[in-house]
């Protein structure tokens, strides 16, 4: 079976949907791959490349030019990960290529045109999507259908240590994860780990500003995430994808909603008892940690 992943990853997109979309590529193991993705800034196709996969690079957003592709490649299965292609763009996909098995991956309760929907996050439900989306489609939501990557199904046990984990997202559009820094008092005594990626446009600023602190550690584009994860006493995350794994994880957090597609995962954990806050507040934050750390 030839299996297509359409999604974007960029500095103002964020890198959640590429980053989840490898990990859903890896349960197509036993077929032919390959992503089709815009070389935007910020873009995490060298990602793609090094996990195996083959890209079609696309100029626009247009039907046509997917379908070009779907047909000159035999496709047989399209996923659809992508904010900005909904129900019209899908319909009329479908029409072009009736044998084609279209599966859509998205988190909004949005109204679809497909043949599978999977909604991967552990708050979802399937009641949300009565009315939206055909009668045949096949709907797949919840925590029995999360994307976790391979770091975070290692039963290896670590050790906790005082450690504090940021991870605002891969992006970071918001540039919060400065904003906290800035926040901690002086007398911090944990050590910090971040977690970014390239796709981050104010890295060069972050890594000027803790090119002198001995006790903040910057990652880029690591691997180890899980495993720091598994080590801090506290993590400060979005209510995104990340959400997922560190619950999954049971280590403890503060989300902070960053984007408007994560209220859903902020209502969840609020519900859960997670301490999560609607949007950045400076005062709110200290209180918070100080309930944490103390």
């Avoid at 690079?57 to 997917?66: C, G, I, P």
């Avoid at 050790?159 to 991870?167: V, Y």
Wanted: hydrophobic share 40%.
């Amino acid at each position: 079976m030839n299996v297509l992943i359409r999604s974007d990853a960029s500095n103002t997109i964020g890198t959640g949907h590429v980053m989840r979309d490898i990990v859903l590529a890896k349960e197509f193991a036993a077929h032919s791959i390959s992503f089709a993705t815009r070389p935007l800034e910020g873009n995490l196709d060298a990602l793609i490349l090094r996990a195996g996969f083959q890209i079609h690079s696309l100029a626009t957003n247009a039907v046509a030019e997917l379908s070009q592709i779907v047909r000159h490649h035999a496709i047989d299965l399209l996923v659809i990960d992508h904010y900005e292609l909904g129900y019209n763009f899908e319909k009329s996909l479908k029409k072009e290529h009736p044998s084609l098995t279209l599966m859509v991956v998205e988190d909004t309760y949005k109204k679809h045109f497909c043949d599978t929907l999977l909604n991967h996050n552990i708050y979802a439900k399937k009641k949300h999507y009565k009315g939206l989306l055909p009668k045949h489609c096949e709907i797949c939501c919840g925590e029995k259908y999360t994307l976790l990557r391979g770091e975070f199904l290692e039963t290896a046990e670590v050790s906790k240590t005082d450690s504090l984990l940021i991870a605002m997202g891969g992006a970071d559009t918001k540039n919060m994860t400065l904003k906290i820094l800035k926040l901690l008092p002086k007398n911090f005594s944990w050590h910090v780990n971040i977690i970014t990626t390239h796709a981050n446009k104010n890295l060069e600023q972050l890594q000027e500003y803790v090119r002198e602190k001995p006790s903040v550690s910057l990652h880029i584009q690591t691997n180890e995430l899980a495993k720091l994860a598994k080590q801090a006493r506290l993590a400060i995350i979005t209510p995104s994808v990340l959400a997922n794994e560190f619950y999954a994880l049971q280590t403890p957090f503060i989300a902070i909603q960053s984007a408007q597609n994560q209220k859903y995962m902020r209502q969840f954990l609020q519900k859960k008892g997670y301490d999560v806050l609607k949007k950045f507040s400076r005062k709110k934050l200290k209180i918070l940690l100080k309930g944490h750390v103390s």
